[in-house]
Nanobody
Framework: QVQLVESGGGLVQAGGSLRLACVAS????????MGWYRQAPGKQRELVAG???????DYADSVKGRFTISGDNAKNTVYLQMNSLKPEDTAVYYC???????????????WGQGTLVTVSS
C-alpha cells in the first residue's frame, strides 16, 4: 500500500516562505499526477497546484506567481515552494497522488495526512 508523508508546514509571518515536501513510499509502477490541495477552516478542500507525469503544471489563481510545484521522480517526491505567503494561505495542506501499482492495474488515488501552514499577519 502506497503512503504519502508530508513535511515542511509550520508558522510563518506574512511575506515569508515555506517549502512543503511529500514523499511517496510503497509499490508504485507509474505516476499519473501528483498535487497539493488545501483546506481552510470552514471551507472546502481546493486544488493548490498539480503536476502531471508529463510535466504539465496547474495552479489555483490565488497562488499563481507565488507558489511553485516541482518533483523528483527518482525519489517519488513532490515539493511545493510557497513564497510571499498571505494570511489567507493558512490551511491544512494535503498531498495527493494518482498512480498505478502494476502494469495491468488501474489508477489509484491516495492522500497524505496533511500538514498545517499558518501565516500570521
Amino acid at each position: 500500500q502506497v503512503q504519502l508523508v508530508e513535511s515542511g508546514g509550520g508558522l510563518v509571518q506574512a511575506g515569508g516562505s515555506l517549502r512543503l515536501a511529500c514523499v511517496a513510499s510503497g509499490r508504485i509502477f507509474s505516476i499519473n499526477a501528483m498535487g497539493w490541495y488545501r483546506q481552510a477552516p470552514g471551507k472546502q478542500r481546493e486544488l493548490v497546484a498539480g503536476m502531471s507525469s508529463g510535466g504539465r503544471t496547474d495552479y489555483a489563481d490565488s497562488v499563481k506567481g507565488r507558489f511553485t510545484i516541482s518533483g523528483d521522480n527518482a525519489k517519488n517526491t513532490v515539493y511545493l515552494q510557497m513564497n510571499s505567503l498571505k494570511p489567507e494561505d493558512t490551511a491544512v495542506y494535503y498531498c495527493n497522488l494518482h498512480y498505478r501499482g502494476s502494469a495491468d492495474g488501474g489508477y489509484v488515488e491516495v492522500w497524505g495526512q496533511g500538514t498545517l501552514v499558518t501565516v500570521s499577519s
